[in-house]
Structure formats: structure tokens, C-alpha cells
């Protein structure tokens, strides 16, 4: 195994709104698996990794924009275990003074430093990635290289996810997580027990994520997306959540990030407030982890004078 699995234990929670009766809920820490490989990005990289080392492949390419979470976690995966990386970037502005976007963008700034050699490209070229031609392209750029797809989704991390869930899981009634790109919530539904409800809440506006989610999953109907949380679009973010977010590391010293765990804890708490859990049900929240992400949204929250989000130290 490239990537050991790490036993973490759930973390209990008890969270409460003002006005509202305390909430107990309880957060799976996959946030804490590895330091930089993070959360869902562990499980969906584990089984590409060793998919990538059995095919003698030295070289891992992805996709990912600016502040991508994936790209991070490729990055470091590339440098501890003994691949090259590369990240094919949204948005060719970015690459027109690398030492400039450097200084600037934390996220790229730790993938370069890990090794990742980056590859600016205009978005309209970004949409074809998924294209024959558009691949073949690269592959004569780089030559033979390791494919994962942009947020890590394929087969092999739906398979990884699966293994989010474990037996002492099988105690709650509802499981949470936040929704990217389709693959960690497969990966548990498949897992999650016949009992169990799994609630997804995406974070983008979306009309596709059904589709996606029905290529993985094994003719089950035991989740359901909650799409009223998404704050406006992917990275979207207002004063609200980040006082959510504040609100909730000083009340369970539970660290949130903004594009994805604050945003599912929001509509949990929401949800509980408008009555559509019942009494004694146990629910537990996934932590995938995004962290890193704190950083660039502060300085874009800073940059538009919005209150930002509270840390005590880099997580990078």
C-alpha cells in the first residue's frame, strides 16, 4: 500500500445555535489522515497511486484550478511517493509571471514547491480536457504519464471512498458530506448500510451531479442532495458562512473551510433548525479535509474589506 491507512477516531460534537436546542453530532476526522494529502483527496488518490506504480508509470498528470485542493494534495502525493507531477491549470493568465502568481497564490505556490511542474492553459481549452485530441496533445507534450481526472474522481477513488465508512459508523442514522465532483459521497453510499441515509450538499450550482453520482453507485436510492446550500456557486462565500465558520471552531475547535465542509455544517445546523431531523437521530458529518484552501479565500475576502476566516496556524 503507497498510502497506509491511518485509524481515526470520530469526534463528537456538541453544537449550538443561539435560540436552538443543542445539536449532537458527531464529525469523522478525515481531515487529520495526512498532513497534506487531505481528507477525500487521500482516499480518491490511494488506489490511483498504486494503479500508477503497478503500471511502471513515473509521471502522475491532473487537472485543477487555481486554488484546487486536488492539485495540492497530487503535489505532495507526487514528492512522498516518488512520482512527477503535473498540473494543468486553469487559466493561462496565471502563468504569464509564475514568480508574481507565486508570490500571490499559496496553493500553487505549495504544489510548485513539491515539485509539480505547472501548465497554464485559457479556460476555453480547460473545457476540452476530457477530449481524445486534447489528451493525445499532452501525451505528445509529456509523453507516458498517469491520467486522474480533475477533482480525482474516476473508478479507483470511488473504490478508495468506499472505504470511508467502517463498521463503528454503522451506529448513525444519517451521514453528511460535502459534494464536489460526485466521487466521496459514491463511495459511501455504496458503503453506508441499509438503514442509513446519506445527505450530499454540493458545492456549486449544478444540474449534473445525479448523473454522475448514478455512474458509481449500486442501484441505490438511499441518498438524497440538499442544493439550497451552495451560497451562490462554486467558491462562492458570504459574511454568513464565515461567521458560521468562525462561530463553530470557537464553540468544538473544529477547523471548517469554505468552499465545501463549512458550507455541508451550515446546512446540517439549518436543517436541524427547521425540524427535518427527528429526535434521537444520530448523524455524523465528513471532514474531507480543504484546509489549504483557508488562505487564498482570506485574501480575497480581505480584498473586498469581508470579515475572514479564523486560523491559528498555516495549514500548509
Not at 465545501?260 to 433548525?273: A, E, H, P, S, W
Request: a positive charge; glycine letters at 8%.
Amino acid at each position: 500500500m503507497l498510502l497506509p491507512l491511518k485509524k481515526i477516531k470520530n469526534k463528537k460534537v456538541i453544537y449550538t445555535p443561539k435560540g436552538f436546542r443543542p445539536i449532537e453530532l458527531w464529525i469523522k476526522r478525515e481531515d487529520l489522515l495526512h498532513p497534506q494529502i487531505s481528507g477525500n483527496k487521500y482516499r480518491k488518490l490511494r488506489y490511483n497511486l498504486e494503479s500508477a506504480k503497478e503500471q511502471n508509470f513515473e509521471t502522475l498528470l491532473t487537472f485543477g484550478g487555481a486554488f484546487s485542493n486536488h492539485i495540492a494534495a497530487t503535489a505532495a502525493a507526487g514528492k512522498e511517493f516518488g512520482f512527477k507531477t503535473i498540473g494543468i491549470i486553469r487559466g493561462d493568465e496565471l502563468g504569464k509571471d509564475l514568480a508574481a502568481t507565486l508570490r500571490i497564490n499559496p496553493t500553487l505556490a505549495f504544489a510548485h514547491k513539491q515539485g509539480m511542474l505547472l501548465k497554464f492553459i485559457d479556460r476555453e481549452s480547460y473545457r476540452l480536457k476530457h477530449t481524445t485530441s486534447f489528451i493525445e496533445q499532452l501525451q505528445s507534450e509529456f509523453r507516458a504519464f498517469y491520467l486522474v481526472p480533475e477533482g480525482g474522481t474516476n473508478e479507483l477513488a470511488v473504490k478508495g471512498c468506499e472505504e470511508i465508512l467502517n463498521a463503528e459508523d454503522s451506529k448513525f442514522d444519517y451521514i453528511c458530506c460535502a459534494i464536489g465532483t460526485g466521487g466521496t459521497i459514491s463511495g459511501i453510499i455504496n458503503s453506508a448500510k441499509s438503514h442509513q441515509k446519506v445527505l450530499g450538499f454540493p458545492a456549486l450550482k449544478e444540474n449534473f451531479l445525479h448523473k454522475e453520482i448514478n455512474k458509481y453507485v449500486l442501484n441505490k436510492d438511499n441518498w438524497q442532495l440538499q442544493r439550497d446550500y451552495n451560497f451562490g456557486g462554486f467558491a462562492k462565500i458570504n459574511k454568513e458562512l464565515v461567521h458560521f465558520i468562525n462561530d463553530f471552531k470557537k464553540q468544538t475547535n473544529v477547523q471548517l473551510d469554505p468552499i465545501y465542509t463549512g458550507k455541508m455544517l451550515f446546512g446540517i445546523v439549518d436543517l436541524v433548525k427547521k425540524g427535518f431531523f427527528k429526535n434521537g437521530i444520530k448523524i455524523v458529518a465528513i471532514h474531507s479535509g480543504g484546509l489549504q484552501g483557508i488562505d487564498g479565500m482570506n485574501q480575497r475576502l480581505k480584498n473586498k474589506n469581508l470579515p475572514t476566516i479564523i486560523i491559528n496556524h498555516d495549514w500548509y
